[in-house]
């Protein structure tokens, strides 16, 4: 009888703990499902905060330089800039822009003008940036790496009569001057002395200009709507373009960090580049919120973390590979050693998000998406490792985009009988849009109508209804969350599918020998669509292990994704935002016969990726070789 009796109990034990551990789980999920939705209202709801407070700007006519005034008549002696060993306070950063500002009136600039900053990441930038919307005009940022014909293209199309150029960039002007004087371009340099009498000396009119507060009539004619500096695209797909930031969208920008959870206690690290769009709106960011600005004119992975301790750093920002090459560095008994709480930025790749948090410690990662040109951008407030944002109602609702079918072959859109467009399912990549509209307007691309009437798509969903085109392949998984999958242009198609450029290059990189991979498709004569390559460099001290690498992709890829081809660079060519370049890598394609990189071909008989010699190409490209 006591044996029935504990058989009936444990019997019953069992079907408790099991209702037990559904309950349990299920309040687990209602409670994860109220948190995300608590979250989404509440981001929701800064966005809309953030509209308002612009529109009401728009109509008093408050420009950021404005609320940096008051933050120097609050708090003139807190540290603004930090940049090496040096601290300049907001009252340093008032003064020093006002004697800036009287350089360039006494220059001959007026309201409306712009002047191209051509220099790295430095105070004076910003002294010179700030200057220049006290006397309503605005910047043209340059990429300090672009020389000759591009830097000649960036600055001519930005409608600037003055060029402002670092000391060590002498040479890269020197290339053009006689172009510049034959345009009667003002061309100052950031030095003492100048070696050229057609070249003036920024420094030394500075340093005898006052630095008392201008007149207040200044730029009384600039609106909201104007200029306050053009940024540049890229160039990964031909010249750079120039996107025209308004002084509403700097306004957003800025916004961004309040978005994120940044205050004006923290300490913002920023080692991107000044004439990106993430760098610059790290510094419009620290002045709405009245914070510090630790600077570096330059990334270093060896002294990223150094600096972070040395500034009390609390928020720094990243961009692309930043994050992965501080964690391919040895690590370090000292690496959670920092008080660093919270990391924004763009392009960060789920495994390198975990291997960040594990060895570094509880940062909060705030990855955001959008485009220098665009209209709208997204921001990870959930801490959902790989999520650029959610797609809820209530954000569509009143921040209209979509997710829409996309034909990668044809690089257009796919629309159904009526000639709309159609919604991608879950889970599928489609191109990412968003609604053009007296609350997101789209300015276009300063002098270039035809790349911004590419950038719009007309009658998306219903007649006369206009979309942003953002050009970039996102996809949304079955609880709402947001992924950047690819751009459009370096997805390509191969045996019939899409292959995602950044998802193949994820998996190879996982390979221990392989430092990097830069992944695109070329042409097989014979062939519909275009092979999987990928350009790759290899770890220090490390050999190309080939059935490694053939594992690693037989394993995670299916097969019409894995690279036929692999090719192996000491170096991957990047853009300043460490974005790869492959217009090059496909025009060259994989012939041996022009290639002096190690080439290798898939051998699916070998289980092996093999030295691809002239006779494999040969028989490849004759078809003799299928693939």
């Known amino acids: 009888m006591l044996v029935v009796l504990t058989v009936f109990t444990d019997k019953k034990m069992i079907v408790l ?90 220059s001959g600039l007026v309201e409306g003008d712009t002047v191209a900053l051509f220099l790295r990441s430095e105070p004076m930038f910003l002294w010179l940036w700030m200057g220049l919307m006290k006397i309503g005009c605005s910047a043209a940022l340059l990429n300090y790496n672009i020389r000759s014909k591009s830097l000649m293209h960036c600055f001519n199309c930005s409608g600037a009569k003055t060029l402002v150029a670092a000391e060590d960039l002498q040479d890269a002007v020197d290339e053009v ?35 008392e507060p201008l007149a207040k009539n200044l730029g009384s004619n600039i609106t909201l709507s104007n200029a306050a500096a053009y940024i540049y695209t890229s160039g990964t797909t031909g010249l750079p373009k120039a996107a ?103 392009g960060l790749r789920p495994d390198v998000w975990r291997d960040f948090l594990s060895r ?16 709208f951008g997204l921001l990870n407030t959930f801490d959902k490792i790989g999520a ?15 997710v829409i079918k996309f034909d990668v072959e044809k690089e257009m859109p796919v629309r159904d009988s009526s000639g709309f467009c159609v919604k991608a399912a879950k889970g599928e990549p489609g191109l990412f849009i968003t609604e053009i509209n007296k609350n997101a307007q789209f300015t276009g691309y300063l002098g270039n109508l035809m790349q911004t009437e590419k950038k719009r798509l007309h009658d998306v969903f219903r007649k006369g209804d206009l979309y942003f085109n953002s050009g970039d392949l996102l996809r949304i998984d079955e609880d709402g969350f947001i992924y950047f999958q690819d751009r459009v242009g370096d997805t390509f198609r191969w045996k019939g599918e899409n292959v995602a450029t950044t998802e193949v290059a994820d998996i190879i990189s996982q390979v221990d020998c392989i430092k990097e991979a830069n992944v695109y498709g070329v042409q097989v004569p014979g062939q519909e669509g275009r092979a999987g390559m990928a350009a790759i460099i290899l770890r220090d001290g490390k050999s190309f292990d080939s059935e ?26 990047v853009t300043g935002t460490y974005k790869h370049m492959k217009g090059k890598l496909v025009e060259e394609g994989f012939n041996p016969d022009k290639i002096t990189d190690p080439l290798y071909f898939l051998d699916g008989k070998q289980k092996n ?10 028989k490849v490209t004759s078809g003799k070789i299928q693939i």
């Open 548 to 573: 490694a690498v053939f594992k690693q992709v037989e394993s995670f890829l299916p097969g019409y994704a894995r690279p036929r081809f692999m090719r192996i660079q000491s170096s991957l060519d």
């Open 244 to 346: 025209a930031i308004s002084h509403s969208k700097l306004w957003n920008f800025a916004f961004l960090l309040n978005s994120a959870g940044v205050t004006s206690e923290d300490v913002l690290y920023i080692s991107l580049p000044l004439y990106h769009t993430a760098g610059f709106l790290g510094f419009a960011g620290t002045i709405n919120r009245g914070g510090t600005l630790a600077l570096r004119n330059k990334f270093s992975v060896s002294q990223f973390w150094d600096d972070c301790r040395k500034y009390n750093v609390t928020v720094v920002q990243y961009i692309g590979e930043t994050m992965r090459y501080l964690c391919n560095t040895p690590k370090k008994l000292n690496d959670r050693n920092h008080k660093v709480r919270m990391a924004i930025g763009n």
């Open 388 to 402: 650029v944002g959610r797609d809820t109602y209530l954000f569509r609702k009143y921040f209209p985009n979509a």
């Open 177 to 211: 001057l006689p172009t510049l004087l034959e345009q009667q371009v003002t061309v100052f340099i950031l030095a003492d002395k100048s070696k050229s009498a057609d070249i003036k000396s920024f420094n030394d009119q500075m340093s005898k200009a006052s630095s």
């Open 360 to 375: 570094f410690g509880d940062v909060k990662i705030r990855e955001f998406y959008g485009a220098t040109e665009g209209n």
């Open 17 to 106: 703990i099991l209702y037990a551990a559904v309950f349990f789980l299920a309040l687990s999920f209602c409670h994860s499902r109220l948190r995300d939705f608590i979250l989404d209202v509440q981001y929701v709801r800064s966005r809309l905060k953030t509209r308002t407070l612009v529109q009401k700007y728009q109509q008093t006519k408050y420009f950021l330089m404005d609320r940096l005034l008051e933050v120097v008549k609050t708090q003139p002696n807190k540290p603004f800039v930090l940049f090496k060993d040096e601290t300049y306070s907001y009252k340093d950063a008032d003064e020093l822009s006002n004697k800036a500002a009287r350089v360039f009136l006494q």
């Open 609 to 618: 990726y093999i030295p691809l010699t002239v006779d494999i190409f040969n």
